[in-house]
């Protein structure tokens, strides 16, 4: 098990830059050592602006794009132009600038009637990528990028839903009655595969989440993010904000760049 550490940053805006530094640490690392940098995005307003960031000219140009393959962790049930698409913002804020080759950007298709068959093929076409067969354990993504919601949901794992519960499926629909909706996700058997998982959390909003998530004792049916515990590292990118939720006896260790 990888190291567990929570980075306070001053505000969302440092949260970005540092989220920036750890892709640009990870993509060297993984393509010197395995040819390949594989990326699970997020959606939500934190990553737009690291996405942003990547897409600068002098960060770009640093990046070994040719190489990096950017996959999705979760996505609603709409179309990949509508504003709510986790796709959309991620193209608006980075795709249109870069140039990965053909075929290494994969997005999930929320728009499909059958969501079901859209997990099952987004499971084929990951399994594709790595070189595994898609009926084994899952494999390891290099970073994956996680959000927090104010429920303490992450990718589209939400409070009392059906997907907490797979530990089979890399990808599965799930249906989320408090929203009203079906929504596209990763399960926490791919999630917890993976070689480093970060969280990008700011915000007042996001305190008291973020106490129930870091507890000593909780359960993941009313605090999914409770359910990440990867087998490489994990790391709380979050803002001063948002650390003022941090139980005094929790276990992971604090890095306080807030000053």
Same mark, same amino acid.
């Given at each position: 098990?990888?190291?567990?550490?929570?980075?306070?940053?001053? $505000?969302?805006?440092?949260?970005?830059?540092?989220?920036?530094?750890?892709?640009?640490?990870?993509?060297?690392?993984?393509?010197?050592?395995?040819?390949?940098?594989?990326?699970?995005?997020?959606?939500?307003?934190?990553?737009?602006?690291?996405?942003?960031?990547?897409?600068?000219?002098?960060?770009?140009?640093?990046?070994?794009?040719?190489?990096?393959?950017?996959?999705?962790?979760?996505?609603?049930?709409?179309?990949?132009?509508?504003?709510?698409?986790?796709?959309?913002?991620?193209?608006?804020?980075?795709?249109?600038?870069?140039?990965?080759?053909?075929?290494?950007?994969?997005?999930?298709?929320?728009?499909?009637?059958?969501?079901?068959?859209?997990?099952? $093929?987004?499971?084929?076409?990951?399994?594709?990528?790595?070189?595994?067969?898609?009926?084994?354990?899952?494999?390891?993504?290099?970073?994956?990028?996680?959000?927090?919601?104010? $429920?303490?949901?992450?990718?589209?794992?939400?409070?009392?839903?059906?997907?907490?519960?797979?530990?089979?499926?890399?990808?599965?629909?799930?249906?989320?009655?408090?929203?009203?909706?079906?929504?596209?996700?990763?399960?926490?058997?791919l999630l917890n595969a993976a070689r480093a998982v970060v969280f990008l959390v700011a915000g007042s909003d996001k305190a008291a989440p973020l106490s129930r998530v870091l507890a000593p004792t909780g359960d993941i049916v009313t605090a999914p993010s409770r359910g990440i515990s990867p087998f490489g590292s994990?790391?709380?990118?979050? $803002?001063?904000?948002? +650390? +003022?939720?941090?139980?005094?006896?929790?276990?992971?260790?604090?890095?306080?760049?807030?000053?």
């Open positions: 098990m990888g190291d567990r550490v929570i980075s306070i940053m001053a $505000d969302a805006e440092s949260v970005a830059r540092e989220a920036l530094s750890l892709w640009c640490r990870h993509a060297t690392e993984s393509v010197a050592a395995r040819g390949a940098f594989r990326v699970l995005l997020s959606g939500g307003s934190t990553p737009r602006r690291l996405f942003q960031l990547l897409a600068e000219d002098s960060t770009m140009e640093q990046l070994p794009w040719e190489s990096t393959h950017l996959f999705w962790g979760d996505e609603r049930a709409v179309p990949s132009d509508h504003q709510d698409s986790n796709y959309r913002m991620t193209r608006e804020a980075l795709l249109n600038n870069i140039s990965p080759p053909p075929g290494q950007v994969q997005r999930l298709e929320g728009e499909r009637a059958n969501l079901d068959a859209a997990a099952h $093929d987004y499971q084929s076409a990951v399994a594709h990528s790595f070189g595994v067969a898609e009926d084994m354990p899952p494999p390891a993504f290099d970073l994956v990028f996680l959000g927090m919601g104010t $429920d303490a949901h992450t990718a589209s794992l939400f409070p009392n839903t059906q997907a907490l519960n797979e530990t089979d499926k890399w990808f599965v629909a799930n249906e989320v009655p408090q929203l009203g909706t079906r929504r596209l996700t990763a399960t926490y058997r994990l790391t709380w990118v979050i $803002d001063r904000a948002a +650390a +003022a939720g941090i139980p005094t006896d929790c276990s992971l260790r604090i890095s306080n760049h807030a000053g």
